[in-house]
Each structure stands twice: as C-alpha cells, then as structure tokens.
C-alpha cells in the first residue's frame, strides 16, 4: 500500500487507486479511526462514525486519527460535523493525533478549532407560514397592480401620441403569435370538430336527429371552443415565450439598459407583445371556428350518412352571426390578458435562470385560470345582453 | 449653473455630486451617508471589495433605483429621472447586457435611433465608427452571443458612448477577462478620457485597473463602512489606515 506523503493528500491528488480501507473502533472515552478513507466511501464512514459516537454519554469524547493513513476532504467534513453534532448534546469531541499531512486540511475545515455553536434557522409555525405567505402574495399582487397601471399610463401615452408607440416589432410578433400558431391551431380545432361531432353522433342517431350535429358543433365551436382553444394555444406558446423571453432580458440587465438610454421598457416591449395578442386572437379564433366546424361535418359525412351539403345548410340556419362574434368579441380581451400577465411575470423575474422558469409555469397556469374566469363572465355578460 | 456643475479650483468643474446617499433595498442597507463627487474629465473609481455595494451605489447614481436618504446630481440637472428622457451618461453594465436579438451594430446604433431622426444608413454610419473606436470593426453584423467576454465589454462600452454623453458608468470594465484583454480594456477608458475628454466612473476591485485608469478614487468600507478612503490610489496605497491597506496590499487583515 502507498504511503500518502504529500501535504493534500486528503484532497485526493495522488493514488486514486489505493482501496478505501479503514476502521472504526469504540473504546471507553474515544473513537479510534484508522487506514484510508475516501469520499466515495463517506456513507459508510459516516453511518460506523455515527455509531461510535452515539453511545457517548456526556463529557469528553476523543476522536483519536493516529493511525489514519488518509483522509479525503468529505470524510473530514463529515468528522468536523459529527464533532459539532455532538457538541449539541453537551460531549466535547477533541481530535486528537492528527496525522502531519492532514494537518492542513483539517486546518482548512475549521478541524482544529472549537466546534461552532449552530444556528438552526427558526422553523415557521403553521401560523407564520401562512402570514408570510398571505405577506409575500400581498407584495405580488401590489407589484402586479403597479405594473398594470404602468402599461395602463404607457398606453394612454401611444393613444394620445401614436408615433412614441414602438411598433417596429408588431408585423415580426403577429407573425410569430399569429401565423406560426396557425398549424397548431388547425389542427387542433379540426381534432375537437371531430371529436364533438364523434361524441354526439350516436345520441343524435338515437332520435333520428343526425342533422342536428351542425348545430351542436357549430354552436359550441364559435361561441366557446374556438376563443378558449387558440386562446390555451397561445398560452403555451406566446404567453410563455414573452415570459421566458423578457425575464431573460430582466435578469441579463437589458431591461435596465433600455432604462438607461431613456427608453421606456414598457412602451418598448409591453405594447407591441399585446397589440399582437389583441389583434392574432381573433383571427386565429375565427380559423377555428372553420375548421371545427370540417371536422364535425367530415364525421358527419362519414358515419352519420348527413351530405355535407345538408350540414352546412343547417349550420348556416343554426349560426347566427352573433354567434360568431360572441367568440370573437372574447377573443381580443383574452389576447390582452394573456399578454399582460406574461408581460408582468417576465418583468417580476429576479436573479437568474430559476426565476425565469418559475415565472413562466406561473404566467402559464395564471393564465389559464384567468382565462376560465374571464370566459365564464363573457358568457354570463352576453347571455345577459339577450342573444 | 448649479452648484453642482459650478467651476471649482484650477478650471475643475464638478460633473457628479452625491450628498448623503444611503443605498441598499428595503430593510437591507448596503452603505449609508455616502458624499462624494466627481469632476469633469476625470477617472473615477469606486472601490471595494466584493459585497460593499460597489456594483448597487452605481445602480443608484445611474437612477435605477431611487434613494430613499441623499442626493444624485449630475451635471446640474437635479435628481436622475430616466422617463424624463435622454439621460446625460451612458452606462456599461457588468456582463455587458447587450440585446441578444440585435446585432452588435444594432445594439449600438439603437439609442441613435431612438433619440435622432437619422436615416438609417447614418445610424449605421456612427455605430460603425463607435465599434472602430472600440477596435471591434468586424463585430458590426455579428450577434452578441458569437463575441468573447473581452468583445462584449467592448460592445458593450461603444453602445455607453453612442450618443457622445460627457460621462460613463463602466461596471467592472476589466473584471472576468484575460490580464491582456483587462489591459487593453483599460488602455481602451484611458484612450478616450484623454482623447474625448469623457468623464468615466469605473466600479473596479481590479487593483492593476485602477492603478492604470483612475485619477481619483473612493474606496466602499465593508459592512456598511462607507467611504473609508478618497484620493489618488497612488497616494492611497501609501495610507496608514488599516482597512485601505488591507485593500490595497491585497492582504485580508489577521
């Protein structure tokens, strides 16, 4: 067996070979610790030196490292915390006999010192932790309100002056919200089409009602379905992305660097992001409205034995257009929503890459609910309008 | 004129003036009552080691965070408000903050678009000449992610003096790079305090930088220590005070 000879050996310099062989022994008053420990074998040193110091009472205890041919930096970490571990429980450990190479390395782990008194954090009570959660949501929600009525005053700004309105980045954004969703959209929306048409063709069957899939779907597409889908879809992807992407600005500085040059962050990115909302949704929403509707008439065609032609002469005289602009009227503010809030979490981000990806699962699920909770209004407003 | 941009002595003329600044956030306070002031046409550097609030003190004079005890006042024109338009400095943020969606050029030429009715090709025009006076000419079209650390700085500090302000904000222009790039970094500030007679506040821990740069400089205490020393760093380095020896002998004290 090699003999470790250099003064860091314990940092595992030398030999990675040399087998992990030591021992731990207990006698009355001391722990004895002897041949070579490893780091990667620090669970086992670690469980034996536990046990050897379990039983030590009170009073003086001596960890005795004579024999100790070496010793990584994690296994004297772990003989400086058991140290200091039993100093809790009123036993003075005292190393002893420390071998002249690891003398330096003990130096460095604090080893030679007197154990330092630990200050446990105090745990919160149910209490606390409650308060400082009702604390901390109370300084979001301030922070949220400052924000939204700084956008508020950015826009007021854009409306009396248009030409301070930075909409260089609008046709990029609408390209990038709008018509890179689209196959996405499409797709999804043909899916649904067909899979309420599906769902609903053997109740109909039932009654000989086979036509009256058209209605169903289209109903259900424009005036829920279509708004709420592209709306979830441009959650997941605009929504997040304007998160992720200012939030990374916010924590690189370039947020502050607009700041300095005397540019407005908000009017900068924060208008553009939701004028592209405002406008895209809608649009998106009525391409939905279309192709759920093909593909409630395809199931229609296919297994309902209805001509596309009688589908769609009875979704024409289901559909009125209120029905469409029902979803379309939603669309836009969803578009603004789902924007703001985006918007809001990306400039809430703080300190670096965890922050952003916190702030972007929560602009996702914010945004959801909100979407949901706005939906039900729109449709409970509307439905009180009479139509 | 102001007080603050009143003529001093010998043709000096102060640029920045801070009276009683107290910086940190919240219930957390870095430094506090901290005075100084900086004249036009000097290097200044702000010292410290590593926690002292070099770094938050320059986010306070730049106007990003609002003192809640003290005064910033540069060049006359009261306290910094950065919605009240062009402000008269540029900055060099630490890890330099370019905009990764623009191009290096861009990057340079955005403040110019912004507060000038140049046409673009005139944009371009300064913004190529503001690289060149960086030594990045080839940088123009290139996106800041296919620059090195030392280029970015460099970017970073032709983007400061895009509008041709009388002052820049460098944070820790040296910091990170090789001891050649740190140098010619440092040559650079030199090159264009003497040749443009730009006014730089640097926020350094680089001993080297600030022997080569600054003509005067503070050094931050830690703990709250305020400003434990102010002058010629050469001069400095020659004080009996303990904790300005401490920094300058790169010692910690025993």
Redesign the interface.
Same mark, same amino acid.
């Given at each position: 067996m090699t003999t470790v000879a250099a003064p860091h050996a314990g940092a595992g310099s030398s030999d990675r070979a040399e087998p992990a062989t030591f021992t731990i022994e207990r006698s009355p008053g001391a722990v004895r610790l002897s041949g070579t420990f490893r780091t990667t074998e620090a669970a086992r040193a670690w469980q034996e030196l536990h046990a050897a110091v379990a039983s030590a009472g009170s009073g003086e205890l001596v960890l005795d490292l004579s024999d100790v041919k070496r010793m990584d930096g994690g296994v004297i970490a772990l003989v400086v915390a058991a140290r200091a571990e039993l100093a809790t429980q009123g036993v003075t450990a005292r190393i002893v006999s420390t071998p002249e190479h690891l003398r330096p390395l003990f130096e460095l782990y604090r080893g030679m010192e007197r154990p330092a008194e630990r200050v446990r954090r105090p745990s919160l009570g149910g209490l606390e932790t409650v308060g400082d959660a009702a604390l901390r949501w109370a300084s979001e929600l301030r922070d949220a309100v400052h924000f939204f009525s700084a956008v508020a005053a950015a826009f007021v700004r854009v409306v009396r002056r248009p030409r301070s309105a930075h909409l260089k980045e609008l046709p990029w954004l609408v390209e990038r919200a709008g018509f890179d969703a689209l196959p996405i959209v499409v797709l999804i929306s043909l899916l649904v089409g067909f899979v309420m048409g599906y769902q609903s063709a053997r109740q109909l069957e039932r009654f000989g009602a086979n036509v009256y899939v058209a209605d169903l779907v289209g109903i259900s597409i424009t005036r829920e379905l279509a708004p709420l889908m592209t709306a979830i879809i441009v959650v997941g992807r605009s929504g997040a992305g304007f998160a992720a992407e200012i939030g990374t600005m916010k924590v690189s500085d370039e947020i502050d660097a607009l700041r300095v040059m005397g540019l407005q962050p908000i009017a900068r990115l924060v208008i553009p992001r939701l004028v592209a909302l405002a406008l895209v949704l809608p649009v998106l929403a009525l391409v939905s409205d279309v192709v759920g509707i093909a593909g409630g008439l395809f199931v229609a065609v296919v297994s309902l034995d209805v001509t596309a032609h009688a589908y769609l002469l009875e979704t024409r005289r289901a559909l009125v257009g209120w029905d469409v602009w029902q979803g379309l009227i939603k669309s836009a503010p969803f578009g603004v929503t789902i924007a703001l809030i985006a918007c809001q979490q990306g400039f809430a981000a703080s300190g670096g890459a965890e922050s952003v990806g916190r702030r972007t699962t929560t602009t996702v699920v914010s945004c959801l609910f909100t979407l949901v909770l706005l939906d039900a209004a729109f449709t409970f407003t509307l439905r009180m309008l009479g139509k | 004129m102001s007080a603050a941009a009143r003529e001093l002595g010998e043709g000096r003329e102060r640029l920045l003036e801070v009276r009683g600044l107290t910086i940190g956030w919240g219930s957390k306070v870095l430094q506090t009552d901290l005075t100084f002031s900086v004249d036009r046409g000097e290097v200044f550097a702000i010292l410290g080691r590593s926690g002292a609030g070099k770094s938050t003190l320059l /986010?306070f004079l730049?106007? =990003?965070e609002e003192p809640t005890a003290g005064h910033v006042e540069i060049a006359g024109h009261g306290p910094v408000d =950065?919605?009240?338009? &062009?402000?008269p %400095?540029?900055?060099m %943020?630490? *890890?330099g *903050? &370019? %905009?990764?969606s623009m191009t290096v050029g861009e990057n340079v030429g &955005?403040?110019l678009d912004?507060?000038t009715d140049l046409p673009p090709v005139a944009t371009a025009a300064i913004a190529r000449t503001k690289l060149a006076l960086v030594g990045l000419e080839g940088a123009f079209d290139k996106l800041p992610s296919e620059l090195s650390g030392g280029m970015i700085k460099r970017a970073a500090i032709a /983007?400061a003096l895009a509008l041709d302000p009388e002052l820049v904000f460098l944070d820790e222009p040296s910091a990170g790079l090789d001891p050649i790039t740190a140098r010619e970094i440092d040559g650079l500030i030199r090159a264009l305090n003497e040749g443009l007679g730009l006014t730089c506040v640097v926020v350094t821990h680089e001993l080297e930088s600030v022997f080569a740069v600054a003509d005067r400089c503070i050094v931050l205490g830690d703990h709250g220590g305020g400003i434990v020393a102010e002058g010629d760093p050469r001069e400095l380095r020659e004080s009996t005070d303990p904790r300005v020896r401490e920094f300058f002998n790169r010692r910690p004290r025993s």
């Open positions: - | /986010r730049v106007g =990003l =950065l919605t009240a338009g &062009l402000p %400095f540029g900055v %943020f630490q *890890a *903050a &370019l %905009f990764g &955005l403040a912004e507060w /983007r």
